[in-house]
């Protein structure tokens, strides 16, 4: 069993964004690992396992337009099942 199921990413359409302030409120706010927030002042990818993936989408909404959201359950997928 996986400490966190879902494997969450997206792009944060926006301005003025910050990569570094991005992680840094996801690593002291949500619970999980894994963690990668990489781009621009207008562009961010996220990726983030956890188990509250719409706590993940709601933080990032707040920033800008969301858009090209993947979350897949990990544990469906370990058993070969679609994610």
Not at 19 to 35: A, K, R, V
Not at 52 to 74: F, Q, R
Request: hydrophobic content about 35%; aromatic content about 8%.
């Amino acid at each position: 069993m996986l400490e966190f199921k879902y494997d969450t990413q997206l792009l944060i359409e926006g301005q003025n964004l910050s990569e570094d302030e991005i992680s840094q409120y996801i690593t002291e706010n949500l619970l999980g690992d894994c963690l990668l927030a990489v781009g621009d002042e207008e562009l961010i990818k996220i990726h983030f396992h956890t188990n509250t993936p719409w706590k993940l989408l709601e933080y990032c909404a707040s920033l800008g337009d969301i858009y090209d959201i993947v979350v897949e359950d990990m544990e469906r997928q370990s058993k070969g099942l679609q994610g």
